[in-house]
């Protein structure tokens, strides 16, 4: 069973985060292992929630079973900072993945973090048009085959934060932005850069997002994560205690 919206999709439930993030790390390694028609392309999320899998991915058996050399590593969305800030998305992913599977430094692909937030969009929205090869997503072809995405409690999900102009970008894949609250200038991915993903996951663990998981499936609106939609593939990884009652 598959979903396209956050609404209708599919919601694995798992005891702990530890057994989530194992069956997220199987689940992914599945895929690109099956992807052998060119480059398997994945965005990846920042915070607190996928650190452990990042961690395990770098961790035997994965780091010796993924196909490194096919994979290409994006940024879904980083806060305007230096790379060795300890707050960087891609910092953290540097420390806990890239520095630790054989990559190849060419398939890691940060976002820019020199000049103005708005300069490292347009940069950023650039290289990923080379990488899908048109300025405009083309119908079943996906920008990512994986998206990882994380779930703020306020309902946020990547840097796209309630109640802000990103949300109304229709055309830019790229946009800096600034949170109302959480601190740092960001940029993020944006709703048509996303939406153009595969496979698309959220990923949420712990009782502080319960409620905002249960908005978000019942498409509250003011939850910027209700919009999200995917290509083929739209499912929510859960720990037990991240899952509202309704869906128990
Ligand atoms: O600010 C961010 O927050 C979300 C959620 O993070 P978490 O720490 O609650 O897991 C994250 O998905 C996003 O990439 C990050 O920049």
Known sequence: MSGHDTASAPVEIFKNASEATHHLADW?????????????????????????????????????????????????DDRFLPHDHQDSNYGMLQRLLFSRAPIPADNIHPIPATGTAEEAAKSYEALLKRFYGADQFEKDRPLFDFNLLGLGDDGHTASLFPGQPVL?????????????????????????AIHASRHLVLFV????????????????????????????????????????????
Do not use: H
């Open 28 to 76: 992914l390694l599945k895929l690109a292992l099956e992807k052998t028609d060119g480059p398997f392309s994945l965005a990846l999320s920042g915070g607190s929630t996928p650190q452990p899998l990042y961690s395990l991915m770098a961790s035997e058996p994965y780091v010796s079973r993924f196909p490194w050399a096919r994979m290409q590593f994006f940024i879904g």
């Open 205 to 248: 663990e712990g009782a502080g997002k319960k409620e905002a998981v249960k908005k978000v499936m019942s498409k509250d609106p003011s939850c910027p994560a209700s919009a999200i939609t995917g290509m083929d593939d739209v499912r929510w990884i859960l720990d037990e205690p991240a899952t509202p009652d309704c869906v128990k």
């Open 168 to 192: 109304n970008e229709k055309t830019a894949w790229v946009s800096s932005c600034v949170p109302p609250v959480a601190p740092y200038t960001r940029v993020t991915l944006t709703y048509p």
